[in-house]
Nanobody, 115 residues
Framework: QVQLVESGGGLVQPGGSLRLSCLASGSIFRLNAMGWYRQNPGKQRELVAAVASGGSTNYADSVKGRFTISRDNAKNMVYLQMNSLKPEDTAVYYC?????????WGKGTLVTVSS
């Protein structure tokens, strides 16, 4: 089993920054992908950014140039640095780990961008 615990969400003003962290524990294999998704009520969960164990990254067009995903394989951590936040970035952000075609999710952390 895999457990994912997110931290770092909160309230921030437009133009501000936040850093989300996710700690993975349990049966973590060397080859996997970790990422961040977000979801608002009544909408589908969408990919924000993902990073493979080798370091390759993938971003949603809406966050390119503003968000940066990174990971620390030794600590089983993944981070999302969010800069120049906009009100439309408001959502519950979920940490994801995919390995051997299985997906694991954290419980989510709320990010609210508002003045």
């Amino acid at each position: 089993q895999v457990q994912l615990v997110e931290s770092g969400g909160g309230l921030v003003q437009p133009g501000g920054s936040l850093r989300l962290s996710c700690l993975a524990s349990g049966s973590i294999f060397r080859l996997n992908a970790m990422g961040w998704y977000r979801q608002n009520p009544g909408k589908q969960r969408e990919l924000v950014a993902a990073v493979a164990s080798g370091g390759s990254t993938n971003y949603a067009d809406s966050v390119k140039g503003r968000f940066t995903i990174s990971r620390d394989n030794a600590k089983n951590m993944v981070y999302l640095q969010m800069n120049s936040l906009k009100p439309e970035d408001t959502a519950v952000y979920y940490c994801n780990l995919e390995q051997y075609r299985l997906n694991y999710w954290g419980k989510g952390t709320l990010v609210t961008v508002s003045s």
